[in-house]
């Protein structure tokens, strides 16, 4: 018995493909939606983790930045290793055995339920920003979001399309934020850039891990290009790379100049009922243009909802039991899992993930800032099995090189996820990944130990 894979069908013609550069521009930016997305919180939770210093605001981000950009830099090394797609459970069962991928597998399951989760609170954040009032039903309002995203799942795929229009506007309109924030006189309160001595560096290095939920999702484009099924391996490898390298690009250049017109305008720790980003917005442009951001903000964080919400339910289902098409049966979760609605849709395995958010929102009160506390842990999970394997191959292959690189990374990466845990609470998360992981093995040694677990994050097509 097979694991079922986590893609179907047969690959486009190329003739009868979307050109390749409307193709590559509606993909990096519907896969990016969700990193792009966290720029709305992670900023902010930097901030507070350095009890509102905004003069170690700066060097906290560029340091989660640098970070991001080792993580992605690996990952292209990933994706031109496994250009079907897989991501971390591919290269760790690859690299480790066919067992060791659920680890990644579990992380993956608990970050789609904190994207979800946290998505659909940052939403609600953004709505409440504008119209204050609502600030009483801050859960309520959080769970009506995730209900309204899940009935429009219920129908099938919004298209990819139409996340990366969601993705170009928050780019665009925050370009724009930032240029104005940036033109404008500085606020005469405004701290000094920096800091110095050690008491600055232990400061730094205790809150950017906190501030790591930017990296969320960077990973997407290793599993993702197994979508790409109009293109050959070598047109996925560089589909995938150039939206990495993209992500890191427009990531990078927003948080870093969002960040700095927080500096210059003395944008601190927000008051109930607001954000940062949306201050910063404020101060930058204006109330009118202001009030369009948010909304920006909030399709933005409806499309990184969205895609947790396709992405974690097929995963579900390519590990539910079935019947393949050669009359093999596959699969090592229950088979009620696997069926999907006449829009191919998982759709009991679709509720099952908004009940899972449901319970994390209403744990957290709707609050995106007590989640991102929970957040880069199970994500870090995933990246620290992906780089360990990435490194292993490396010194079975003898690329010095390479070995250093990946195992920098992977250093890095392991240091990151300790901070966190340190903290305490982001324990939970990772008992979550450690549970839903050990729970998964059972049942692949209870069904016998079938080949081709590692390949279930390859995104399924079809019913």
């Not at 760790?92 to 990644?104: C, K, Q, R, S, Y």
């Not at 690009?249 to 940062?276: F, H, K, N």
């Not at 009160?365 to 099995?385: I, N, P, W």
């Not at 845990?421 to 998964?440: D, N, Q, Y």
Request: with cysteine.
């Amino acid at each position: 018995m097979a694991v079922g894979r986590a893609r179907t069908g047969t690959r486009s013609s190329p003739g009868r493909s979307t050109s390749r550069p409307v193709l590559l521009l509606a993909f990096a930016f519907s896969v990016m939606a969700d990193p792009v997305s966290s720029v709305a919180y992670a900023i902010e939770a930097a901030l507070r983790a350095l009890d509102g210093n905004l003069a170690l605001l700066l060097p906290t981000m560029g340091l989660v930045v640098a970070i991001v950009a080792l993580v992605i830099t690996n990952y292209s090394q990933l994706v031109g290793r496994f250009p079907e797609g897989g991501g971390a459970a591919a290269a760790t069962g690859a690299a480790f055995g066919e067992g060791w991928a659920f680890l990644p597998i579990g992380a993956l399951i608990v970050d789609f339920v904190l994207t979800i989760a946290i998505s659909v609170s940052a939403a609600a954040s953004a709505v409440i920003a504008v119209l204050p009032e609502l600030a009483p039903w801050r859960a309520e309002l959080a769970l009506l979001v995730l209900l309204a995203v899940a009935g429009l799942i219920w129908f099938g795929h919004l298209g990819r399309a139409v996340f990366a229009v969601m993705t170009v506007l928050f780019v665009g309109l925050g370009a724009v934020i930032v240029a104005g924030g940036l033109g404008a006189a500085p606020a005469a309160d405004a701290p000094a850039v920096g800091g110095s001595g050690s008491a600055a560096f232990v400061a730094v290095l205790l809150a950017f891990p906190v501030a790591m939920a930017l990296a969320t999702g960077v990973e997407a484009p290793s599993s993702a290009i197994a979508e790409l099924e109009e293109l050959d391996d070598d047109g996925r490898r560089r589909f995938g790379r150039i939206t990495l390298w993209l992500t890191l690009g427009i990531v990078g250049c927003l948080t870093l100049g969002l960040t700095a017109v927080a500096v210059r305008q003395g944008i601190g720790v927000p008051e109930p009922g607001s954000t940062q980003v949306a201050d910063i917005a404020r101060a930058s442009v204006g109330t009118g243009g202001y009030a369009l951001f948010q909304l920006f903000t909030a399709l933005l964080l409806l499309s990184a909802t969205s895609s947790s919400l396709q992405a974690g339910p097929g995963l579900l289902k390519a590990l539910a039991r079935h019947t393949e098409p050669d009359g093999s049966r596959a699969g090592i979760l229950p088979s009620w899992l696997w069926p999907t609605n006449s829009h191919h849709v998982p759709y009991r395995a679709v509720v099952v993930f908004v009940a899972l958010a449901a319970a994390v929102v209403l744990a957290a009160g709707g609050r995106d800032q007590v989640l991102v506390l929970f957040y880069a842990v199970a994500v870090f999970l995933s990246f620290l099995m992906g780089l360990a394997a990435m490194t292993t191959f490396s010194h079975a292959e003898g690329r010095t090189a390479s070995m250093l690189m990946n195992g920098a990374g992977a250093g890095i990466v392991a240091f990151t996820l300790a901070v966190n845990l340190l903290r305490g609470l982001p324990l939970v998360s990772l008992a979550a990944a450690g549970t839903i992981a050990l729970a998964l093995y059972g049942s692949w040694v209870r069904a016998s130990r079938p080949r081709g677990i590692a390949r279930v994050a390859v995104p399924r097509r079809g019913g």
